[in-house]
């Protein structure tokens, strides 16, 4: 009879939560689910505004209309903030968009939504899974401010410990370790090494330095794209940069220290006290990210990208191509209602519950969307 009982009030509870989604709003890649008619359009226009606006500021272009738009569920309250994208790929192609988001509306729409479409940006680019560090490391650049502080903080105190996960190893990750604390470590430093990169040579050659790790393996792509020997000169130089704050390595123009190789140089200022205007980095080449076969090249960096929108981004030999063991995405949720609500605390208890922004652990989506428009 218990049994029963929790079983009906586990029903009831999945009821409740969604039950308020009856307000719909559609856009061209968004149909949102709602509390309310107003939410559903601010979080779909939203989303299209950071769909066009995050590809500008990685790929120089704007996406062309998907096939079918992404189905967004939407769940607004003082709660752990945080979302989950699932998609597959196959033949090439990216299909099967589903997103749910879960917080404060402001949450929601300065944070969880940048980060979400984030991934739907990579996989439209690469067709194909990133490893976990890249992909969510790169995705919460486009968080809000004090989230990205948030992860700064974490590195920073598990840099000098045990918990640390060596640079390498980071890198050969393509699963979520099972222990929560390890994947908490896992985003952490995944953000910090994707900023870390960004800001050295810009968004583009962070792409183009994936393609050709897929390739060619890291040390290779290293050597190519940020003048580093191997992976352990790089993670040398970016551990001590963690571990003095993360100090800007552009000037205020946005140009590079000249010196922002040597880790000598690594002092300026915190992270906190940067400007918010996002930077943009047109001047970077996007040719090499181009090798996998997304129509991209006659649209790579001749294009320029547009002022950014609301701050600026503080910014083994393993192969990566074991990444694309599975056909379908599958990346864990970090403290996503969905799996894990302990591990952020919510904005009314030291800004928010902990949460994630990943796409969830579950990629079983099968259609025949891709990111390229069709008509119909």
Not at 241 to 268: F, Q, T, Y
Request: with cysteine.
């Amino acid at each position: 009879m218990l049994c029963t009982d929790a079983a009906w009030c586990r029903g009831m509870l999945v009821l409740f939560l969604f039950c308020g989604l009856g307000a719909k709003h559609v856009t061209p890649n968004f149909e949102v689910e709602a509390p309310t008619a107003d939410i559903a359009k601010q979080v779909a226009l939203t989303a299209e505004r950071c769909r066009e606006e995050l590809a500008m500021e990685w790929l120089g272009y704007t996406l062309p209309n998907w096939y079918k738009p992404c189905q967004v569920r939407v769940r607004v309250g003082q709660i752990g903030a945080g979302g989950a994208t699932t998609f597959s790929f196959g033949g090439g192609q990216v299909f099967g968009w589903d997103m749910t988001v879960q917080g404060s509306l402001e949450r929601i729409l300065d944070s969880v939504i940048p980060h979400e479409v984030s991934h739907t940006i990579f996989a439209c680019h690469f067709r194909r899974p990133l490893p976990r560090w890249a992909d969510e490391g790169a995705a919460t650049i486009a968080e809000e401010e004090s989230e990205r502080r948030r992860q700064q903080k974490l590195a920073e105190e598990v840099m000098p410990s045990k918990r640390r996960i060596p640079l390498r190893e980071l890198l050969s990750i393509t699963e979520y370790p099972k222990n929560m604390q390890h994947v908490l470590t896992l985003y952490a430093e995944g953000y910090l090494l994707a900023d870390f990169l960004v800001q050295k040579g810009g968004k583009s050659r962070f792409l183009a330095f994936m393609q050709d790790a897929h390739e060619s393996g890291w040390d290779a792509s290293l050597r190519k794209h940020y003048e580093e020997e191997s992976v352990e000169t790089l993670e040398s130089k970016w551990s001590q940069w963690v571990i003095a704050g993360s100090p800007s390595l552009r000037r205020p123009n946005g140009e590079l220290l000249a010196d922002a190789k040597s880790p000598s140089i690594i002092r300026s200022q915190n992270p906190e006290s940067k400007p918010s205007p996002r930077r943009s980095d047109n001047d970077v080449e996007l040719a090499s990210a181009t090798k996998t076969g997304h129509s991209v090249v006659p649209r790579s960096e001749s294009v320029v990208a547009p002022e950014a929108r609301r701050r600026e981004i503080p910014k083994t030999n393993v192969e990566v191509a074991a990444v694309e063991r599975a056909s379908h995405e599958s990346r864990l949720p970090r403290g996503s209602h969905l799996s894990h609500p302990e591990l952020r605390p919510s904005k009314s208890d030291d800004e928010g519950e902990p949460r994630d922004r990943s796409a969830g652990n579950a990629a079983t989506q099968i259609a025949t969307d891709d990111c390229t428009s069709q008509s119909h």
